[in-house]
């Protein structure tokens, strides 16, 4: 029985950061620009920005999935590991397609975007279903919320590196 509404919260999650992620990625330009709204959502299109509307939705989700998944004792040293996977996997996706044919058309970051978290809601299954149990558990929640201080930080404050360039306008952070 746990292992079926373990399933249903990870579809759940992938849905719902895919969903919420899209509409991260347009939500900065709907709203005029807001400085409140670029914390969470995509300010222009680098690597980052990508990373960082996969994180803020899929972070939401586990706060709230945590509460109905009481009983999965390694809850957040998994969904940890699974969180890092998923954002990991779109530079390292994007920057391997990129090296082999020069440039990606947009519907092939779109499935970038979406296998990296498919693949980290899956991750996330395959152990929560062994439910490793784990004291300190509660510690996989201070990394995550140490990452979303750094992709807020870093939305405004942005070092001068390739993963933060936008390659439409050549500038980093909020244009």
Known sequence: ?????????QIGGFIFSVALGSIFHFLYQWTGKNTIVAS?????????????????????????ESFFLKEIKSFWSVKFVGVILAIFLIPAFFYTLNGIFGTTPPWINILLFISSSFLGFSFEYSYYKKDRKRKGDFLGFIPLFLIALLFVIFTYYPPKLPLFLDPVTNTYGIG
């Open 1 to 9: 029985m746990v292992k079926k509404k373990v399933l249903w919260w």
């Open 40 to 64: 969470f959502s995509a300010v222009n299109e680098s690597t980052f920005e990508h990373m960082k509307i996969l994180f803020f939705p899929t972070f939401i989700f586990a706060v709230v």
